[in-house]
């Protein structure tokens, strides 16, 4: 084992590999990577902290890589995963750097973190020159853009100067030069591709290609991946509102390549790439849809989304129309196609009954449906108990036994995100506003129901006095000469026939 | 939660869609509307209590409540059209079979305490208009208010017409006469016409029960009338297809439809769910 090697702008002691930003890899990008890697590059550069598996990746793919970090800790730690003479660990900054050209030059993490505090003061076009100026002629380059202009960033609720820790000994945030749009990006470097780029911490969960993120619409498998991104990077960012209601409406501006967390730039030639990567799937998008693996996948609107619309609008014959052809989970992925519905990428819970698929269906759409607050016309008690869940089950053809509805329960918890430590702040009011207002109904409904007794006991009333009124009458009817004559004539009729009589009379006394 | 839910036997008719105790009713939880309306379902001095549901026919009355800042609507479908399923021979005759017109005069209203109105109109043109433009036996139905009007009754038995009276709908659950629309169901399915001075709930009643509509004579006043949501001008505006003595049934059939919410119709299953009328532990 050799070790590591160093030069200018090193720092120590840090490290970005425990850092609240992990270093960049995770499954989607590595699935890129495998693609767009040259089969064998000459020699490879790694500039930044990215991840064990992507370097090992990159020293796979190449005949020698060298991976440049500033922190000499981190260094000191990649060089014992990786102690051949096919990798060579420096430990300093970018700008201390001066051993090109490469022919694959990878800095996926971005240009934040490839300085150190003895570093001169660059903005981002001069780390992103001094990163291609390592670059050869025909070199595939890779580089990963932080967007200022993102949905995470524009709804985090920290102040500016509390959201990078001790990363910014200068205001590497503040940049006029940084590129924060796609075109800006397109504009500062000759890209070949460019990809929108969602992270969980630092980590890829998803790219999708920008102009694809830029043509899809909400509902949409593309704007779903997007979604899933955001999601993903916002559980890391303590938020102000929930991502989801300005990412709809960046889908509907065509914005969501726009405010992605930030952005993968590919310059040179590149493998055969997708239009988008997740974590388990490479996807396509043609003609004819979105095509995974070999099967297609229609461009459609999502079921959830059309249901949402449809709950939205109050259209409750039109929800339970749809909710007809329901057959299938998760509805935020399944698309409309012909006279039924195309699953997105999500996996089937394995051994699950179409029956228990479509209640954990149902009970994935009432969770997501209140969690965001969205419109509906179903009342509190229907949405508090399994009623609305038994509805929509109803809708669907398929009768809710209290075994299919806890069934089906586990299999949607089984997929529900994890919650968020902190709940975002119009979140935290909204469902404090909702907690008022069901206390006013509350009272309401107890001031209803009294007046309802009010109502019931006048009614009780009103029966107690048509009774009095009747057992008044009854006395008076007794009392009447009409009666008394009544039972004088009774009386004598007993002794219309003497020998009956005296037999009665004999009974009587010898009882 | 409201007695006027009672009227008509409204509550008792959905009780029995849903496999219920139509004598005694369970409670629902808020408002049902109990006639058509223009505006959001109720008269426009209707009060409600904080958080109530109110229960509509359509989605239009919805959507006219949401304008006045009113919400949690849940719309129905009217319990006449259950009662037309749950009683599907009740009073049927053969088409061919079916004559003469039942005319419904606009009524008043009335309730204990001295509360109500009135109506007030010239009751012997109406009555010439209905003899000109009525061609088979003409039925009048008066409601109790103005069938208990001696001077009014008589003014239409007089005219030859035969005069009925369905019963009342009730006040303070009292009185509430649970086979009211059993009884003009009944009616409606052996009239040809259906008629009235005023587009109301009789007539699209009259139209569900497969009767050809007419509307037409004078619309007669209603002390205090409340013109709050348009009065009859909007409805002049709104459905001008459903006035006339020649009404296109066709035409006719689709907007009683949509008033009375037929497409909204649910399930007993919903409805109980709806009505929190299932059992909870």
């Known amino acids: ?511 | 939660m409201h007695h006027h839910n009672h009227y008509y036997g409204l509550t008792h008719i959905l009780a029995r869609h849903c496999g219920l105790d139509d004598e005694f009713p369970p409670r629902i939880p808020g408002y049902l509307q109990h006639g058509w309306n223009v505006g959001c379902g109720w008269n426009p001095v209707h009060e409600f209590f904080d958080g109530a549901w109110r229960f509509v026919w359509s989605d239009a009355p919805r959507r006219r409540g949401h304008a006045l800042s009113r919400r949690n609507y849940a719309v129905t479908g009217a319990p006449m059209l259950y009662l037309m399923d749950l009683e599907p021979d009740l009073g049927k005759v053969k088409e061919s079979e079916r004559e003469g017109t039942l005319w419904f005069l606009f009524h008043g209203w009335d309730a204990p305490g001295g509360l109500g109105a009135k109506i007030e109109g010239d009751h012997a043109r109406l009555i010439s208009e209905i003899k000109e433009t009525e061609t088979e036996p003409v039925t009048i139905s008066l409601y109790y208010t103005e069938y208990e009007r001696a001077d009014v009754r008589r003014a239409y038995e007089e005219a030859g017409f035969e005069v009925i009276c369905f019963g009342k709908r009730g006040w303070n659950y009292e009185g509430t006469d649970r086979k009211f629309l059993y009884k003009q169901l009944a009616a409606f399915r052996r009239f040809k016409r259906v008629a009235s001075n005023r587009l109301a709930t009789a007539i699209f009643y009259g139209v569900a029960a497969g009767c050809e509509p007419a509307v037409y004579g004078d619309a007669m006043a209603l002390e205090g009338d409340n013109p709050l949501f348009g009065g009859q001008s909007r409805i002049a505006r709104l459905w001008p297809d459903m006035l006339g003595k020649d009404i296109d049934l066709a035409t006719a059939r689709a907007i009683t439809d949509d008033e009375l919410g037929k497409d909204w119709m649910m399930s007993p299953a919903e409805m109980r769910s709806l009505f929190d009328w299932n059992h909870h532990d």
């Open chain 1, 1 to 511: 084992m050799t070790d590591i090697e160093v030069v200018r702008g090193e720092i120590q002691p840090w490290t970005d590999y425990t850092s609240y930003r992990k270093p960049a890899g995770g499954d989607a990008l590595l699935a890129f990577l495998t693609d767009a890697l040259p089969a064998k590059a000459a020699r490879a550069l790694v500039a930044g902290p990215h991840s064990h598996e992507l370097i090992r990746l990159v020293a796979a793919r190449s005949e020698h890589v060298t991976v440049l970090i500033r922190s000499v800790s981190d260094a000191t730690d990649l060089r014992e995963a990786f102690p051949g003479s096919e990798v060579t660990v420096i430990a300093g900054a970018l700008d201390g750097l001066a051993n090109g050209p490469y022919d694959l030059v990878i800095a996926a993490d971005g240009l934040d973190r490839v300085l150190g505090y003895d570093s001169p003061a660059l903005n981002w076009p001069q780390r992103a020159a001094l990163v291609t100026g390592l670059a050869g002629p025909d070199a595939l380059v890779l580089i990963g853009v932080e967007n200022e202009f993102g949905l995470a960033g524009l709804y985090d609720r920290r102040p500016v100067d509390a959201r990078h820790g001790d990363d910014e000994w200068r205001p590497l945030h503040d940049d006029p030069e940084r590129p924060t749009s796609p075109d800006q990006v397109l504009a500062a470097l000759p890209v070949a591709r460019l990809y929108a780029s969602f992270d969980a911490a630092g980590e890829t969960h998803t790219l999708l290609d920008a102009a694809a993120a830029a043509a899809t619409r909400p509902g949409r498998p593309g704007a779903r991946l997007a979604l899933e991104g955001l999601a993903a990077t916002a559980a890391h960012t303590p938020l102000v509102a929930p991502i989801n209601t300005g990412a709809d409406a960046a889908a509907r501006a065509g914005l969501l390549g726009a405010v992605a967390p930030g952005w993968l730039a590919v310059l040179g030639p590149a493998g055969a790439t997708h239009t988008a990567y997740t974590a388990t799937h490479s996807l396509d998008l043609g003609d004819a849809g979105w095509t995974v693996g070999d099967r297609v996948v229609p461009d459609t609107v999502s079921a959830e989304t059309e249901l949402f619309r449809l709950a939205a609008a109050e259209d409750v014959p039109g929800f339970r129309a749809f909710a007809a052809r329901v057959d299938d989970f998760p509805l935020d992925d399944l698309y409309p196609a012909a006279d039924g519905f195309a699953r997105g990428i999500t996996e089937a819970p394995e051994g699950a009954s179409r029956e228990e698929l479509v209640a954990a269906s149902w009970f994935r759409f009432r969770d997501r449906l209140i969690a965001a607050h969205r419109r509906h016309p179903w009342p509190p008690w229907m949405v508090d108990s399994d009623d609305l869940v038994t509805t929509w089950l109803g809708m669907s053809g398929v009768e809710a036994t209290p075994e299919l509805l806890a069934r089906g329960r586990e299999l949607a918890e089984a997929f529900a995100p994890a919650e968020a430590e902190v709940p975002d702040v119009a979140t935290a009011l909204a469902d404090t506003d909702e907690d008022k207002k069901r206390i006013k109904e509350l009272t309401g409904k107890v001031f209803g129901l009294e007046r309802t007794l009010r109502f019931r006991d006048q009614s009780l009333k009103t029966r107690e006095a048509q009774l009095r009124k009747f057992r008044d009458e009854l006395r008076q009817y007794r009392n009447s000469p009409v009666l008394k004559l009544h039972d004088t004539a009774k009386k004598v009729a007993k002794i219309r026939h003497p020998k009956q009589f005296a037999r009665a009379v004999k009974k009587k006394l010898k009882g």
